[in-house]
């Protein structure tokens, strides 16, 4: 089993949808989460970090994170088809000397106008 | 602009042949990563420094791979003898020891293809 399990998808809705991702994990040593966005030919791009169990909002996505069910989530509100992208979740274990990053495989988005 | 710089952004090489990446963080960040992505996966650590130290490295960097980070500023990483199986692309990620040093910034990636 992979620490960290994501649906590659394809995933396609139509402009103006909520857009649900998922991650689940299997080692309770992570401690932190984040959301990248990653367009085609491009390096992963920082979208949301969080800390701890709970919701954060900034503009039209919310990441949430249950570590009692290990399991994150992404939610994008109005989609537009700029959002069309691959999805990669990742988390980190955080503690002294270890900043590497665990990642999904990441969901492939298609917004259709 | 003052993101993490990469350069060739593309390479094609011939197997057997050896490869240099460099990459140029952000300005203010002590800390530099190395990750590969093949089609369809995530990014794999590969390693990672703090200045001029080379902390953590991935049981996949084979002995056919070494990084640098002379002077605490650029890194390069270099492939020996390349293979097929390396064809994938290099990214390369840094972030800072204030705050929230969790925070990667990766830049636009070398994507290597060996024939």
């Known amino acids: 089993q992979k620490e960290v399990e994501q649906d590659p998808g394809p995933l396609s809705v139509p402009e103006g949808a909520i857009v649900s991702l998922n991650c689940t994990y299997s080692n309770s040593a992570f401690q932190y989460f984040m959301w990248y966005r990653q367009y085609s030919r491009k390096g992963p791009e920082l979208l949301m970090y969080?800390?701890?169990?709970g919701n954060k909002e900034d503009g039209r996505f919310t990441a949430q994170v249950d570590k009692s069910s290990k399991y994150i989530s992404l939610f994008i509100r109005d989609s537009q088809p700029s959002d069309s992208a691959t999805y990669l979740c990742a988390m980190g274990k955080g503690g002294a000397g270890s900043y590497q990053l665990t990642f999904g495989k990441g969901t492939k988005l298609s917004v259709i106008p | 602009d003052t993101g993490v710089s990469q350069d060739p952004r593309h390479k094609i090489t011939k197997r057997g042949q050896n490869v240099t990446f460099r990459c140029d963080p952000i300005s203010e960040h002590n800390r530099l990563y190395w990750y590969r992505q093949t089609l369809g996966q995530g990014p794999e650590f590969l390693t990672y420094f703090q200045n001029e130290a080379q902390l953590e490295k991935s049981r996949l960097l084979s002995d056919r791979f070494s990084a640098e980070r002379p002077k605490g500023s650029f890194s390069t990483l270099e492939i020996q003898r390349t293979e097929q199986g390396d064809s994938a692309m290099y990214l390369c990620?840094?972030?800072?020891?204030?705050?929230?040093?969790?925070?990667?910034?990766f830049g636009s990636g070398t994507q290597l293809s060996v024939l």
């Open positions: 990620a840094s972030s800072s020891d204030r705050g929230t040093g969790e925070k990667l910034f």
């Open positions: 969080t800390y701890s169990s």
